[in-house]
Every structure is written in C-alpha cells, then in structure tokens.
T-cell receptor, first 113, second 111 residues
Framework: GAVVSQHPSRVICKSGTSVKIECRSLDFQATTMFWYRQFPKQSLMLMATSNEGSKATYEQGVEKDKFLINHASLTLSTLTVTSAHPEDSSFYIC?????????FGPGTRLTVL | GQNIDQPTEMTATEGAIVQINCTYQTSGFNGLFWYQQHAGEAPTFLSY??LDGLEEKGRFSSFLSRSKGYSYLLLKELQMKDSASYLCAVRSAGNNRKLIWGLGTSLAVNP
C-alpha cells in the first residue's frame, strides 16, 4: 500500500504554546488529506478535510482558528494546534486519499502540560 | 441519516476463522473500507471494495453486497497478533472524499 508519514510522532509541550504536525504522502500525490483525533478507547473523530490549494473543510464543533490546516502541496498537509491546552492532549492522525484508497499516517501523540 | 453497524466485540480461537459483519445505510455509495487498529496505533488499511463480490488478500478477505448494504471481513488461520479493533468505513457519493465510520469491532484471539 501507499506510504504516509507524520512528524513528530510524539510531542510534549507547555500550555499556551503552538504545535505543528506534518503529514506527507511519500509515494503518491494526495489532493485530499484528512485530520483525525482519537482519545483513549474512543472512536476516530474526523476534524477536517484538507484540500490542496484551497481552504480546509472543518467538521461541526471543530474550531478552525485553533486547529490551523495548510495543504500547500500535493504531498504535504500541516495541522497547527494553536495555544494548546491540556484538553487538546490526544492522538492526532492524518490520512491521505490516493484517488481510490485512503491510507493513514502513524499518528502524533500530543501531551500538553 | 447515515449509519454503519458492526458488532462491538468478538472472540475467536487461534487457528480458527472469524467473520466480522458490517451493514451500512448511506446517501450514495463510493466504496467500503476495512482497517485494522491495534491499541495505541493508527489504523492500517486492509481492503477496499467498490464492486460486489469477494476480494481475497492472503489470510484476509472482504465481501461486498451493495444491494444489501452489507460487507464482511473474513480472517482465516487466526493468530494472536490479529487481536485488534476492525473498523468498517464507507465513502458516500459526491465530491466529498471523507469516510463514514463504524464504531469498530474489538476482536480478541485466544490461545
């Protein structure tokens, strides 16, 4: 299958700081990428759809000014958690659409102290 | 509304065969996906069905019946490492590529 990478895999930060997470499709171009969040023992929750060259589409209840998404190229989407707080601590996972299938990155575990 | 149903939990024995069912009701249909997710890890792609029938890939097979809104994932020769959550997801019709997710089936494989 196609390969999707995420960086960093784990980040610990202080409350009030911003954290940027990168999602890259390594062997294909992805017009569309998705950002999910998952709390322990809960289901995947879609946060937003990231489209190359246009604004992201956010799901209901997700603050677009807090979770900034940029999809500047066909292989890179970034999620920036601005002014992070302890309640933002979670497992953030991206997925990339090949035009047929969707593959996930390995995820980023964010801990906000 | 849009709905994906799959059993919450299943238990099976090492070496056996297990079938995980998924039924869906969505506004349009543009493919059904199965993913495997181990605790603390991201989901891993298992299969994609868009036409009716059985797709076989090693020990795993996936079946789709669009007229019945039904799919199953078949796991053969179960191994302990197959203990995981199995997620069924449907992509509805239209330009929006996002997936609609079931809640997942937690499979425990016992020795």
């Amino acid at each position: 299958g196609a390969v999707v990478s995420q960086h960093p895999s784990r980040v610990i930060c202080k409350s009030g700081t911003s954290v940027k997470i990168e999602c890259r499709s390594l062997d294909f171009q992805a017009t569309t990428m998705f950002w999910y969040r998952q709390f322990p023992k809960q289901s995947l929750m879609l946060m937003a759809t990231s489209n190359e060259g246009s604004k992201a589409t956010y799901e209901q209840g997700v603050e677009k000014d807090k979770f900034l998404i940029n999809h500047a190229s066909l292989t890179l989407s970034t999620l920036t958690v601005t002014s992070a707080h302890p309640e933002d601590s979670s497992f953030y996972i991206c997925s990339a659409d090949t035009g047929r299938e969707q593959f996930f990155g390995p995820g980023t575990r964010l801990t906000v102290l | 509304g849009q709905n994906i149903d799959q059993p919450t939990e299943m238990t099976a024995t090492e070496g056996a065969i297990v079938q995980i069912n998924c039924t869906y009701q969505t506004s349009g249909f543009n493919g059904l996906f199965w993913y495997q997710q181990h605790a603390g890890e991201a989901p891993t792609f298992l299969s994609y069905n868009v036409l009716d029938g059985l797709e076989e890939k090693g020990r795993f097979s996936s079946f789709l019946s669009r007229s019945k809104g039904y799919s199953y994932l078949l796991l053969k020769e179960l191994q302990m490492k197959d203990s995981a959550s199995y997620l069924c997801a449907v992509r509805s019709a239209g330009n929006n590529r996002k997936l609609i997710w079931g809640l997942g089936t937690s499979l425990a494989v016992n020795p």
